[in-house]
């Protein structure tokens, strides 16, 4: 086996491309950095955007069942009104049929 001795100008070359090796490496590092920067901006931007979507959800959830629970309110209310316009002609009709039979009857009179 034989050993081989480096000159000066194999050294040179060894720490040369080695050098180079580093800055591509120092290059490729920078550029995954700035990338994973941008990918945690993405990733707090969309988690930003999830938690409004999620708020105006639950605002609209509340909006709704509102809404339900007072048009529940309005039609309890319009069916006693409509009970009571019902009661209102029925006891017209109970109380008071000959009005309108003497009504006529004086109208045909005149």
């Known amino acids: 086996m034989t050993t081989e001795r480096w000159t000066d100008e194999t050294l040179d070359r060894f720490a040369s491309t080695i050098t180079m090796a580093i800055a591509a490496n120092n290059e490729a590092i920078a550029a995954s950095n700035d ?6 901006q993405l990733q707090e931007s969309a988690a930003r955007s999830i938690q409004a979507l999620g708020d105006d959800i639950a605002e609209l959830r ?30 017209l009709d ?11 009857c004086d109208r045909e009179q005149s």
């Open 35 to 40: 990338r994973l920067t941008r990918i945690e």
């Open 62 to 91: 509340l909006t709704v069942r509102e809404g339900f629970e007072q048009s529940s309110e309005e039609r309890a209310q319009l069916r006693q009104a409509t009970l009571g316009i019902a009661n209102l002609l029925s006891s």
């Open 94 to 104: 109970e109380d008071r049929p000959t009005i309108f039979v003497e009504a006529e």
